[in-house]
């Protein structure tokens, strides 16, 4: 008798925790980051959502080495504010910086995170 293969039989564990859901940005880690200061948190995001905006528009006229190092930059600052989603993508295009799919994979997570922001903002 062949094996039954049951879609979502078995949940796919996330590499890192989320806290947060499926929220854009994880909000109990950004709480964590900025010791529950909002003011704080609202700088934070602002600024991140500014420095991933700049990214995006620029990213396309970069060379390789370019991508990389914005790449880099972006992922780690998307982990300092739980864009977990933002840093992953951005990880990916550091990796392999000529991808057009890892490349607008990461622009919709940024896009998506900031909406996200701009909706908190409000």
Do not use: W, Y
Request: aromatic share 4%.
């Amino acid at each position: 008798m062949a094996a039954l293969n049951i879609a979502f039989d078995i949940p796919e564990i996330s590499p890192q925790p989320r806290p947060s859901g499926v929220r854009p940005i994880d909000l109990v880690h950004l709480a964590r980051q900025t010791g529950g200061d909002k003011t704080l948190e609202a700088e934070v995001l602002a600024l991140f959502a500014r420095q991933a905006r700049q990214a995006v528009a620029h990213i396309a006229s970069l060379g390789d080495e370019g991508r990389t190092e914005l790449a880099h930059k972006l992922a780690g600052a998307a982990k300092g504010v739980g864009a977990f989603e933002v840093a992953r993508c951005a990880e990916a295009v550091e990796q392999t910086p000529a991808n057009p799919a890892a490349i607008t994979a990461f622009t919709k997570a940024v896009v998506d995170a900031d909406s996200f922001i701009v909706g908190l903002m409000r």
